[in-house]
């Protein structure tokens, strides 16, 4: 009896497990996603300051990166390039920035930050550690790593789903043999 009520739950989570998959994997409609990477570093920059562009993947030599708050940019041959915030940016303000691979597209947003409230020290606070000097490179920069951005790609969702279920039918198993001592 206990391995029925065993198998029932198991059978239950798997489902549950099943039945959030497609709205998880619904919700990357709404991501952008493209055949090739992109980034724009860092994510929120001051008026007059310098962002890297990057791309990744894209079949034609450049891709040309344009946006409202600087001037179009192109890369060339996967090269990162450099775009410089207009000076008049407004503060707070959130642009978006397009990549454009032989037509296909793909954006990244970009912050402007308020203003300074000041100097900063030379050194660190006191206590707290120093940051790093580069940052690290994952993946292609889909939106769904896109900084600001949380969320999980259809291969992460699908790989959950298959561990969730191959555990519970490992329980499962587990709970039958302890249950017939042993004689499966």
């Given amino acids: 009896m206990r391995a029925i009520r065993a198998a029932s739950a198991a059978l239950l989570g798997a489902v549950a497990a099943v039945a959030a998959a497609p709205v998880a994997l619904a919700d990357e409609g709404e991501r952008n996603i493209t055949s090739f990477g992109f980034s ?27 946006s409202g708050v600087f001037d179009t940019v192109t890369l060339t041959e996967g090269r990162p390039g450099t775009a410089t915030v207009d000076v008049d940016a407004k503060a707070g303000a959130q642009y978006e920035i397009t990549f454009d691979c032989k037509g296909e597209r793909g954006t990244a947003p970009l912050t402007v930050a308020r203003a300074d409230p000041g100097p900063k020290p030379d050194g660190p606070e006191e206590g707290l550690p120093t940051a790093a000097h580069k940052g690290v490179k994952a993946g292609y920069g889909t939106a769904a790593s896109a900084p600001g951005s949380e969320g999980l ?26 249950d017939t001592g042993g004689r499966a």
């Fill in 40 to 66: 724009v570093t860092p994510a929120t920059i001051a008026p007059g300051g310098t962002v890297t562009l990057t791309s990744e993947g894209c079949e034609v030599p450049s891709v040309t990166v344009t």
């Fill in 153 to 178: 790609g259809t291969a992460e969702v699908v790989t959950g789903v298959l561990l969730i279920a191959g555990a519970l039918g490992a329980a499962v198993a587990l709970t039958r043999r302890r």
